[in-house]
């Protein structure tokens, strides 16, 4: 089966770190752009970070940059998010996605691109 699948949420002390992978399954990630995207309840998604396929170049959301680092491994067809620094605001569910086209992937709509995984929560709390 196609899918995405996310993993590495739990429960973590504001000022931790958590680090999100986002595995391919029956699919190569090598031929496509992947994003980051987090909802949190009674909030619209946001697009946390993105990187590209064809030359690794990266986006932030402004409100992780300097905290949150995306990277691949097309070796394990694997998308990390690390995440220093959590605060409480960035509890949400953490969903991964993948499409061939970097413009169509930074606006994030979930019924226009490829692959959309299922999820994994992330709560940051004392």
């Known amino acids: 089966q196609l899918q995405l699948v996310e993993s590495g949420g739990g429960l973590v002390q504001p000022g931790g770190s958590l680090r999100l992978s986002c595995a391919a399954f029956?699919?190569?990630?090598?031929?496509?752009?992947i994003g980051w995207f987090r909802q949190a309840p009674g909030k619209e998604r946001e697009g946390v970070s993105c990187?590209?396929?064809?030359?690794?170049?990266?986006y932030y959301a402004d409100s992780v940059k300097g905290r949150f680092t995306i990277s691949r491994d097309n070796a394990k067809n694997t998308v990390y998010l690390q995440m220093n620094s959590l605060k409480p605001e960035d509890t949400a569910v953490y969903y991964c996605?993948?499409?061939?086209?970097?413009?169509?992937?930074?606006?994030?709509?979930?019924?226009?691109?490829?692959?959309w995984g299922q999820g994994t929560q992330v709560t940051v709390s004392s």
């Open positions: 996605a993948a499409d061939t086209s970097y413009g169509r992937l930074r606006v994030g709509e979930p019924s226009t691109l490829d692959y």
């Open positions: 990187i590209s396929n064809r030359d690794g170049s990266t």
């Open positions: 029956g699919f190569t990630l090598d031929y496509y752009n």
